[in-house]
């Protein structure tokens, strides 16, 4: 949740850590902190108007809910005429 456990985490030496809810400037300076030694997924508020700055951060995987749960829908049918 903050950089505070982030840095925490490290000492662990995991593969992965989820930076949830990470302000932009936070995740940056993550990224900076774990110099490639781990994988970092950013999640989170994530949705179009931020995921290009998200992106931009350096992170390896973004993970957002806003794709599937926000998505307008766009209804098709098929009709077979015989």
Same mark, same amino acid.
Not at 6 to 17: N, Q, S
Not at 30 to 47: Q, T
Not at 59 to 71: A, P
């Given at each position: 949740?903050?950089?505070?456990?982030?840095? *925490? #985490?490290? !000492? $662990?030496?995991?593969?992965?850590?989820?930076?949830? +809810?990470? !302000?932009?400037?936070?995740? /940056?300076? #993550?990224?900076?902190? #774990? !110099?490639?030694?781990?994988?970092? *997924?950013?999640?989170?508020?994530?949705?179009?108007? +931020?995921?290009?700055?998200?992106?931009?951060?350096?992170?390896? $995987?973004?993970?957002?809910?806003?794709?599937?749960?926000?998505? /307008?829908?766009?209804?098709?049918?098929?009709?077979?005429?015989?």
């Amino acid at each position: 949740d903050n950089l505070k456990q982030f840095k *925490e #985490a490290l !000492k $662990f030496k995991p593969d992965v850590i989820m930076l949830d +809810n990470f !302000k932009i400037n936070d995740l /940056k300076k #993550a990224v900076k902190i #774990a !110099k490639n030694k781990v994988i970092l *997924e950013a999640s989170g508020k994530i949705d179009y108007s +931020n995921v290009t700055k998200i992106a931009e951060s350096g992170v390896d $995987f973004i993970s957002s809910g806003w794709i599937t749960h926000s998505s /307008k829908s766009l209804d098709i049918g098929l009709d077979l005429i015989k």
